[in-house]
């Protein structure tokens, strides 16, 4: 589903922020990405969301190969992708319904179809009830939870989240990956860039650790 083939990536100043990392992750699978602050994690996934761009070698996402797809097909290529970001990024200038909609009212679903998947996600999630309401008005944990919501309303096979618990107690970080593992049992790949070392241990999921924008590790099951 997703595979890294020495890729490396240099930004414009000269800093080498990924260097000859491979691996492979399959459909179904649940890894943790971890490093120091400035490992290489954050662009890591970018590279795979397509918001940067590998330098050199190749970045292959569910059969597709990242640097032969033009620019004007990169909306398309998201689609199939859920990105979730550790301050939510939600609107708070609209409903939650709103924001979880967002992504299929830019892919232009009907009126009908939309109310039916934001309100599947919203089930999901466990916040169905809360869909009138402002995010503003939610806690943090909610506002993640609208954030998984949005992310996965256009069913994607890929789940992207970078720090998704940084801002949450052990408690809720909990909560927030079992609703992870629930989309890992129907067929998604889940990759979360994370340093809860507790958290991790405590779920057992193979971990890759980067450090100074090397894969220096790829265990299964650290505890």
Do not use: C
Request: net charge positive; aromatic share 6%; glycine share 8%.
């Amino acid at each position: 589903m997703i595979q890294f083939i020495n890729a490396s990536k240099r930004y414009p100043s000269g800093f080498d922020a990924l260097l000859n990392v491979s691996f492979e992750l399959q459909a179904g699978e649940f890894a943790f990405l971890t490093g120091h602050s400035g490992a290489g994690k954050s662009t890591l996934l970018k590279l795979i969301a397509l918001l940067e761009r590998t330098s050199r070698g190749q970045v292959i996402v569910n059969g597709q190969n990242t640097q032969k797809i033009s620019r004007r097909r990169i909306p398309y290529y998201r689609r199939n992708i859920g990105f979730i970001f550790q301050d939510h990024q939600l609107l708070f200038d609209r409903s939650v319904f709103d924001n979880v909609a967002l992504p299929l009212i830019i892919a232009g679903l009907p009126p009908r179809e939309i109310g039916r998947r934001v309100r599947a996600a919203l089930d999901k999630v466990g916040l169905l009830s809360k869909e009138k309401s402002s995010p503003i008005t939610l806690s943090g944990g909610e506002q993640q939870r609208v954030g998984i919501a949005r992310a996965v309303v256009n069913k994607p096979a890929v789940l992207l989240a970078d720090e998704p618990t940084g801002n949450l107690d052990p408690e809720l970080s909990l909560e927030i990956m079992q609703i992870f593992e629930q989309f890992r049992q129907v067929g998604v790949s889940v990759l979360i860039a994370s340093h809860d070392w507790d958290l991790i241990r405590r779920l057992g999921h193979r971990v890759l650790t980067l450090k100074t924008g090397r894969l220096i590790a790829d265990t299964q099951g650290v505890t």
